[in-house]
């Protein structure tokens, strides 16, 4: 299965500043999503990465906080744009193939907004 | 609304005894289940996964249960070794939303030596 180099590892960032999230793919995968996991709190899905066209965003989020690019099919960033303390959390990236099996994730951003 | 449902969140088991790790779905568009490991600091670990045509699914000491009537998978671990310490997230997906997963809120597994 794919391999996921995600960085940074973690960061601690300024309240109204924004941070860039970048996760490369060691092989071409299909699909990338962006995950947030709140303290105490299970994965929810920001959203899809679409290659080549803007990303499809679940209920909850939206573009303008956070931006995602995915210029091709082995490469994606997000950004947490304008951060305040609640966006303290740990944001991860997954890929994945259709018909391949399971998902694979990056190892995580920890993300402290002071 | 949550989706999957995983009621326990944390479980101790005795070094090679049995652990059972429980998740409940609600939704019946899903078609596929995974199980995942996450360690502290690291990102989740995909172990298993079934879809919804089977009922059981073996892989080495892990064995994942789907009851597609009562809308509830189970994951054993066979023999439990301390290594197996972690926190697992079941998660469901299916093929009509474009591969998105829900994941549970996970559930503490602690194998005592």
């Known amino acids: 299965s794919a391999v996921i180099s995600q960085k940074p590892s973690r960061d601690i960032c300024q309240r109204g500043t924004s941070l860039t999230i970048q996760c490369q793919v060691d092989?071409?995968?299909?699909?990338m999503f962006w995950y947030r996991q709140q303290p105490g709190q299970s994965l929810t899905l920001i959203a899809t990465a679409n290659q080549g066209s803007e990303a499809t965003y679940e209920s909850g989020f939206v573009i303008d906080k956070f931006p995602i690019s995915r210029p091709n099919l082995t490469f994606s960033t997000l950004t947490v744009s304008n951060m305040s303390p609640e966006d303290s959390s740990i944001y991860l990236c997954s890929a994945t193939n259709p018909g391949q099996g399971g998902y694979t994730f990056g190892s995580g951003t920890r993300l402290t907004v002071v | 609304d949550q989706q999957v449902k995983q009621n326990s969140p944390s479980l101790s088991v005795q070094e090679g005894r049995i652990s059972i790790l429980n998740c409940d779905y609600t939704?019946?568009?899903?078609?596929?289940f995974l199980w995942y490991k996450k360690y502290p600091a690291e990102g989740p670990t995909f172990l298993i996964s079934?879809?919804?045509?089977?009922d059981k699914n073996e892989d080495g000491r892990f064995t994942v249960f789907l009851n597609k009537s009562a809308k509830h998978l189970s994951l054993h671990i066979v023999p439990s070794q301390p290594g197996d310490s972690a926190v697992y997230f079941c998660a469901a997906g299916s093929a009509g939303s474009a591969r998105q997963l829900t994941f549970g809120s996970g559930t503490q597994l602690t194998v005592l030596p």
């Open positions: 939704n019946s568009m899903f078609d596929y």
């Open positions: 092989s071409q995968v299909t699909m």
């Open positions: 079934i879809s919804s045509i089977k």
